[in-house]
């Protein structure tokens, strides 16, 4: 499945959470048994609540703390917050908790593995934004606005909806930064604050004209882990439905929602995917056959050649001759012909512009590093081990078991994805 994330009015890790429910609505009591499993006990409240602005309808994420006076030292481990509705603002007093002591709680609570290594991995994003901004060790870190317990149930009920969506691709559009200062730990900052500035570095950012701060750095270091690519990219994809989770801030003509919008997988894209193409044809009877392949092979190099085949003839006389097709783009036209000229002895080229028909394709990677091409055809997914990555094998019985072991396990792996979406 492949995710694309519209930060309509920003984003923060409440909303992240909610857009997610909003899509998948049966997930809520996975999100909230991973914070219980985090550490937060029933005096936190955690709901998902259908929400809706006057424009748009969605989703929102609230985690309700008790009292301030039951509040305790984070340092000494997991406790709940103070009393309130998800503010998500960073002016809001909250006790700091160190990253290695909120590490080693993590590592020991009783959150599934998938699950805890994400939110470690998020946290790590932060923890590192905040040790470069401070110019101190890792370690040493002490989160104050993002340790409260908010942002910690935030980023648990993330990492457990991410670990149950299983394999997914992901994409962002434009991010709004924002403008003005907000209030810290530290004294007031400039927005978006320094480390989530940092987590931000390489993601398209822009200025809407609307104040404030519109990133969090909680949701900045959900973004960082997803490691999305930018922008949806040209390839056609299916949309199956969107989700808006909401934040608690209002915007005056503007719905502060991130929007999550969902596509297909691979295999559900709509069967065999046509485009033009140009065929071009030539013989040749008059170039040793040590030179053509050298032809051949730079031929293959061309930008968007996408197919050289030989096959041999016979020609006038009964001579032997080579026939060669290449299968190229349109655009790559020009090139090809001068190099078929340049690269061989032929005379003449034969055109044929056509169109072609194609199957989705995927390149899949094992664990191990082997290489297959997985091929989504109507009624079966096939799988082709990679030549390159069999050389080794002594001989053509271990190349044979080698490719089905890759094979098998290439199927395997699209078989389990499928089961999770």
């Known amino acids: 499945m492949h995710y694309h994330l519209d930060a309509v009015g920003g984003i923060a890790g409440d909303m992240f959470v909610a857009a997610l429910l909003d899509l998948h609505p049966e997930l809520?009591?996975?999100?909230?048994?991973?914070?219980?499993?985090?550490?937060?006990?029933?005096?936190?409240?955690?709901?998902h609540e259908r929400h809706a602005d006057g424009v748009l309808t969605g989703s929102r994420f609230f985690v309700e703390g008790p009292p301030a006076?039951?509040?305790?030292?984070?340092?000494?481990?997991p406790g709940p917050a103070q009393g309130h509705r998800h503010a998500h603002e960073h002016g809001q007093a909250h006790a700091h908790v160190h990253w290695a002591a909120l590490r080693r709680r993590l590592e020991?609570?009783?959150?599934?593995?998938?699950?805890?290594?994400?939110?470690?991995?998020?946290?790590?994003?932060l923890a590192a934004a905040e040790a470069r901004v401070h110019g101190k060790p890792v370690d040493d870190v002490a989160f104050h606005e993002v340790g409260a317990w908010d942002s910690i149930a935030d980023i648990v009920a993330a990492s457990a909806l991410l670990a149950a969506l299983g394999r997914t691709s992901w994409s962002i559009g434009p991010i709004p930064l924002g403008s003005g200062r907000v209030r810290t730990a530290h004294g007031l900052l400039p927005v978006p604050a320094p480390a989530t500035v940092l987590l931000l570095e390489g993601l398209p950012c822009f200025d809407d004209?609307?104040?404030?701060?519109?990133?969090?750095?909680?949701?900045?270091?959900?973004?960082?882990?997803?490691?999305?690519?930018?922008?949806?990219?040209?390839?056609?994809?299916?949309l199956r439905r969107s989700g808006h989770g909401f934040g608690t801030r209002r915007f005056e003509g503007l719905s502060?929602?991130?929007?999550?919008?969902?596509?297909?997988?691979?295999?559900?894209?709509?069967?065999?995917?046509?485009?033009?193409?140009?065929?071009?044809r030539f013989e040749v009877d008059d170039q040793t056959g040590e030179d053509l392949?050298?032809?051949?092979?730079?031929?293959?190099?061309?930008?968007?050649?996408?197919d050289v085949s030989q096959l041999a003839?016979?020609?006038?006389?009964?001579?032997?001759?080579?026939?060669?097709?290449v299968l190229a783009r349109p655009d790559a036209l020009d090139a090809v012909t001068d190099a078929c000229f340049r690269e061989t002895t032929t005379l003449g080229l034969r055109l044929s512009p056509t169109q072609r028909l194609v199957l989705p394709r995927h390149a899949h990677t094992g664990g191990d590093g082997s290489?297959?091409?997985?091929?989504?055809?109507?009624?079966?997914?096939?799988?082709?081990?990679?030549?390159?990555?069999?050389?080794?094998?002594?001989?053509?019985?271990?190349?044979?078991?080698?490719?089905?072991?890759?094979?098998r396990a290439a199927l395997a792996d699209a078989a389990e994805s499928d089961d999770e979406r």
């Open 256 to 280: 502060n929602v991130l929007r999550i919008l969902e596509f297909a997988p691979h295999h559900e894209q709509a069967g065999p995917r046509g485009d033009n193409v140009v065929v071009v």
């Open 371 to 407: 290489r297959a091409k997985l091929a989504y055809r109507p009624d079966a997914v096939t799988a082709k081990a990679e030549l390159a990555d069999l050389a080794a094998e002594p001989g053509h019985a271990a190349r044979q078991a080698r490719r089905a072991t890759v094979e």
């Open 293 to 306: 392949a050298l032809g051949l092979e730079r031929l293959r190099d061309i930008a968007g050649v996408l």
């Open 69 to 77: 006076d039951e509040e305790r030292d984070r340092d000494q481990g």
């Open 313 to 325: 003839l016979t020609g006038k006389q009964g001579r032997l001759v080579a026939g060669v097709q």
């Open 209 to 238: 004209g609307l104040p404030g701060e519109r990133v969090t750095p909680t949701g900045a270091a959900i973004v960082r882990h997803l490691a999305p690519a930018q922008g949806l990219g040209p390839l056609p994809r299916r």
């Open 108 to 125: 020991a609570s009783a959150l599934d593995a998938a699950v805890r290594e994400r939110a470690i991995d998020i946290f790590g994003h």
């Open 28 to 47: 809520a009591p996975v999100a909230i048994a991973a914070v219980r499993a985090a550490g937060l006990d029933e005096r936190v409240g955690l709901a």
